[in-house]
C-alpha cells in the first residue's frame, strides 16, 4: 500500500467511527495495521472536500466488486497499541479480540521477536523451524537474526526441508510452548516450510545473515539453494521496487526482452514500468506488446528470469534497492 493509500486508508478508518473501524481492521495483516494505525494517530484536521474525495473513490472501487474477499484473521496487539497508544488503542482491541483464543503458537505472534527468541532458542532446531513457519515471515526473519550464525543457518536449512506439520507435531509444540492446541488425527498435515516458505522469510533478511545462511545452504544442497533463489524475489515484486531503482533496471534490459517478459505481467506492473519510461518509448513499447502475438509461457518465464538476474545483480551493487528488504531510507 502506497504512502497515499495509508492517508486515504486512515481518512476512511476514523470516517467510520471506532465500532465500524474494528470490523475493517481485524481483517488486515501485521503490517498494514502497523502503517494504518500510525497514519491514525498522527492525523491532522481533515479537509472537508478530502473526505469526500476519499467517500467518493471507495464507492467507485467497491461497486465494482461484490464482496472485498477478504480471509485473514491476522491482527497484533502490540502493533496496535504501538501505533495508537494504550489509551486509544484499549477499546479498538477489545473489540476486535472479543474472547478470542490466544494462547499456544497464537500467542507468540503477539511478542516481540527478542522474546520469541528468548523463549525458544534452546528447543531442537526442527522445533524452532516448525514454529516459525507459523509466523509472519518478516517476524520470523527478526526472530532469526537473535539466534547465533549456527542456529540460524540450521534452522532456514530445516525451514527448506520442511514439507509440512502433522496434527502431532503441534500438539508436540503446544508441550514445548506449555500453552493448549487442538489436533486431530485424522486431520491431513498442514502446507508449511519448504523451499518458498524459507525464501519469503529470507526476503527479509539481506546482508551478511543471508549470504551466511546462503552458503550453508548450498554446501547441503546446491539445487535446492537454487529454487530458493529463485523464490526469493518474483517478477511481480518489481512492483515493490522504487521508481528510481525501476529506471536503473530499464538501462540493463533490453527491450525485446522486456516486451516477452511483460507478455506475462500484471497490467499493474505493465503501467508502472511504463511510467518510468520516457512518453514515446512507452507509447512504442505498449505497440509492440499489443501486435506480439501468443508468446510460450516458458519463453516468458526465461525472459522474466533473465531480468530477475538483472535486478539481483543490481541490488547486490547497491544500486537498486528490493521491496522484501526491509524499510531503507536514504539520506
Known sequence: MSDAGVQRAAIMMLALGADEAAEVMKYLGPREVQKLGAAMSSMKAVQSEE?????EKFTVETEQNTSFGLDSDEYIRDVLTKALGDDKATSLINRILGTRDASGIESLKWMDSQSVADLIRNEHPQIIATILVHLERYHACEVLNHFTERLRNDVVLRIATLDGVQPAALR???EVLT???TGNENVK?????????????????????ESSVMDNLKRHDSDMAQKIMDEMFVFENILDIEDRGIQTMLREVQSETLIVALKGASQELRDKIFKNMSQRAAEMMRDDLESKGPVRLSEVEA????????VRRLADEGQIVLGGKGEDTYV
Open 51 to 55: 473526505l469526500e474525495a476519499v467517500l
Open 172 to 174: 508436540e509444540l503446544n
Open 179 to 181: 500453552k493448549l492446541l
Open 189 to 209: 498435515k498442514k502446507p508449511m516450510g519448504g523451499v518458498r516458505t524459507a525464501a519469503e522469510i529470507l526476503n527479509f533478511m539481506g546482508g551478511e545473515n
Open 303 to 310: 525472459q522474466q528470469k533473465e531480468i530477475l538476474q538483472v
